[in-house]
T-cell receptor, first 117, second 115 residues
């Protein structure tokens, strides 16, 4: 149980295009999902907290107009990188926390490697 | 604000020897502490967590961690390392434990187990 999927696993796009990454909780409902970004050999940096049915909360320094987050259902959150540039190339990882007070850990997707040419 | 420190970028250990990956934390209240492992180009896999109760927590793949409140540490340990344990290990904290607060991660420690 507690499986999180991400799609696509790898994407290469041209500069200026937009890329959408999907994060799904496959066997549980997640009121809250998180999006992280990881640079090579570095830790995960939280980008935003996504709550179902409401606007995402972005961390300081993260452009909300560039990284659009939608959490339309209890099992799906999407991250859209708009007008991507080479500096947006990174490993993006989503995480979901099951609804309910008993759960404290977050479950992570396998990640999406974005390369912007 | 909470924070986690992993003082070692790299830990090398011979196969069969015990391993320790260090983690210290800083929180305002009682922490929820976690260890995750990441293999190349993969997401994070949950290893274990400390919420309350026994200070020694046992997790997946033979790993365990000891919560030490006086030293604000949560070191990850395994009695006998395997080559397959070679990966990137992250310590994380959640404070306050309630609500929608996210996990905050340390910078990670790369473990290399040598045959």
């Amino acid at each position: 149980g507690a499986v999180v999927s991400q799609h696509p696993s790898r994407v290469i796009c041209k500069s200026g295009t937009s890329v959408k990454i999907e994060c799904r909780s496959l066997d549980f409902q997640a009121t809250t999902m998180f999006w992280y970004r990881q640079f090579p050999k570095q830790s995960l940096m939280l980008m935003a907290t996504s709550n179902e049915g409401s606007k995402a909360t972005y961390e300081q320094g993260v452009e909300k107009d560039k990284f659009l987050i939608n959490h339309a259902s209890l099992t799906l959150s999407t991250l859209t990188v708009t007008s991507a540039h080479p500096e947006d190339s990174s490993f993006y990882i989503c995480s979901a926390r099951p609804s309910g007070v008993l759960y404290n850990e977050q479950f992570f997707g396998p990640g999406t490697r974005l390369t912007v040419l | 604000a909470q924070s986690v420190a992993q003082p070692e970028d790299q830990v090398n250990v011979a196969e069969g020897n015990p391993l320790t990956v260090k983690c210290t934390y800083s929180v305002s209240g009682n922490p929820y502490l976690f260890w995750y492992v990441q293999y190349p180009n993969r997401g994070l896999q949950f290893l274990l967590k400390y919420i309350t109760g026994d200070n020694l927590v046992k997790g997946s793949y033979g790993f365990e961690a000891e919560f030490n409140k006086s030293q604000t540490s949560f070191h990850l340990k395994k009695p006998s390392a395997l080559v397959s344990d070679s990966a990137l290990y992250f310590c994380a904290v959640r404070d306050p434990p309630g609500g929608n607060t996210p996990l905050v991660f340390g910078k990670g420690t790369r473990l290399s187990v040598i045959a």
